[in-house]
């Protein structure tokens, strides 16, 4: 029996976190859920338990033995070395901890060893997209040598939190709701750009490229990656063209994925189909201009389920 702790249990990744909790029968004596001072004081029903929310600001961790965070950047360089001082691994699902090189960057199916290694107590979830190329993305390399990457992601608005479903919502009802969460309108449109820009590239293609070479152990592996916006609630999805050291064809890629953890095949994958689910749908399998090492294929999975909040209670039971 573990105690564990929520932070950001109101979100939208938190709230699925106490969902993937109850499906997955965890073994929780005590459950502590936090959030701001805003939500602080409400009440949470989980499993027959009334939970009362407790403002993360002033709360001490003392007694948990695992704390998952969901609640940004910045709460999340505040809260999770405060978590670790009180005695939890704090499980961090934000950006601020994953390049860090004391912090092991965990996705369970591919790196667990390295949740063994952590100096302060830390550990971190990737990106959500990031999330949704790794599973697929190990066993192929494993086989092959991953050499080159050339991405273009199709995110989600869930990603973008409560507000941007809100307002895609509201742009597909009327024409004139103006963009506010996205720098286009969203409804009917694709957005050439997820997130914000930091040099020529977003934040978002950053993420994808230095998180997949730490945890991948590939520190040098050439990684191009447009991420796009889409008018889709739940489910990113990625087409890539990865060249390999050694050739691999199309029908070996689907026998090494055909029962690889977190993976299921798929003649068409989508977000629709990857919505509500666990695995990471990976389709559309094909050589590249007849170069045996260069494949293409496309994938898609729950941003919020295994792209966050699944990956998270993973890494939990595997402590």
Request: net charge negative; with cysteine.
């Amino acid at each position: 029996m573990a105690n564990v702790g929520i932070v950001g249990a109101t979100g939208l990744v938190g709230t699925t976190m106490l969902e993937i909790l109850a499906e997955r029968s965890f073994s929780i004596d005590q459950l502590r859920l936090f959030a701001s001072s805003r939500s602080a004081g409400s009440t949470i029903d989980w499993q027959g338990r009334s939970i009362t929310v407790e403002d993360v600001s002033v709360s001490d961790f003392r007694g948990l033995d695992v704390v998952l965070l969901s609640a940004g950047a910045t709460v999340s360089k505040e809260v999770a070395p405060r978590a670790a001082s009180d005695g939890a691994v704090a499980i961090d699902n934000s950006s601020a901890w994953r390049m860090d090189p004391d912090v092991p960057l965990v996705v369970s199916e591919v790196n667990p060893e390295a949740i063994e290694n952590r100096p302060k107590g830390i550990v971190a979830n990737p990106n959500c997209t990031t999330m949704v190329a790794m599973p697929v993305l190990k066993p192929l390399h494993e086989h092959a040598g991953l050499a080159q990457l050339v991405a273009s992601t199709y995110q989600s608005v869930s990603g973008a939190g409560v507000k941007a479903i809100t307002e895609l919502k509201s742009q597909v009802e009327s024409p004139h709701v103006p963009a506010s969460i996205f720098p286009k309108r969203i409804a009917y449109n694709v957005i050439s750009l997820a997130g914000d820009l930091v040099d020529d590239e977003s934040v978002e293609e950053h993420k994808f490229r230095d998180e997949t070479r730490k945890i991948l152990g590939l520190s040098e592996l050439d990684i191009s990656c447009t991420c796009v916006r889409v008018p889709v609630v739940t489910g990113h999805s990625i087409s890539m063209v990865a060249t390999f050291i050694t050739p691999l064809s199309p029908d070996e890629a689907r026998k090494l994925l055909d029962g690889a953890p977190g993976v299921q095949l798929a003649d068409i994958p989508t977000p629709l189909d990857a919505a509500g689910g666990d695995v990471i749908l990976a389709g559309r399998f094909r050589q590249v201009s007849g170069d045996p090492r260069r494949l293409a294929l496309f994938i898609s999975g729950d941003n919020l389920r295994k792209g966050a909040a699944l990956n998270a209670v993973q890494l939990a039971e595997l402590l």
